[in-house]
């Protein structure tokens, strides 16, 4: 049998969170990093996008309304990661999380793009990326990615805003 392989165009479409409190949820999403609500069901659930696309992240309260964050040692989501268009973008929402002293988790170099962890209010793990244009990836000598995990500089990130 001839092993399937997924068409290169199929993408990841969206994330759906369960979270304790909608507003507090939002105020994240929405207000911090700047997602817009494209439709609310009462106050137990939103879908928030970018760019207009019908959403990019559902937040609803059905499960775990109040309810306390997920362990951390157990199955489960480990991050969202949103992808910037550009360095710049991501170092205005790097700033804004730094203005609003909003704590980092942590902030890497991997080769193939710079990132920003953190959690959102309910601890689930949250990646801020860009990715550096396809031919910049480091490379092994077989040809595969050589991705690493180095400590980002965050000041010459900020950078782009100068």
Do not use: C
Not at 8 to 24: C, E, F, P, S, Y
Not at 58 to 75: E, F, H, I, M, Q
Not at 137 to 148: A, E, F, I, R
């Amino acid at each position: 049998m001839t092993p399937y392989t997924i068409p290169a165009q199929t993408r990841i479409g969206h994330v759906h969170l369960k979270v304790a409190d909608l507003n507090r949820a939002l105020s994240f999403y929405r207000d911090l990093l700047g997602f817009s609500v494209t439709t609310l069901y009462g106050d137990q659930a939103a879908f928030i996008s970018a760019g207009g696309y019908h959403h990019h992240i559902g937040l609803n309260t059905w499960y775990s309304k109040d309810g306390p964050p997920a362990p951390v040692r157990s199955a489960g989501l480990f991050h969202t990661a949103i992808l910037y268009p550009t360095r710049r973008d991501l170092a205005v929402a790097v700033k804004r999380l730094l203005d609003a002293n909003y704590p980092l988790t942590g902030a890497s170099d991997h080769g193939v793009s710079e990132a920003i962890y953190l959690n959102d209010p309910d601890q689930n793990g949250v990646e801020l990326y860009w990715d550096r244009p396809q031919a910049q990836w480091p490379q092994k000598p077989d040809g595969s990615l050589d991705m690493y995990t180095r400590p980002l500089d965050v000041p010459g990130l900020l950078q782009e805003l100068v």
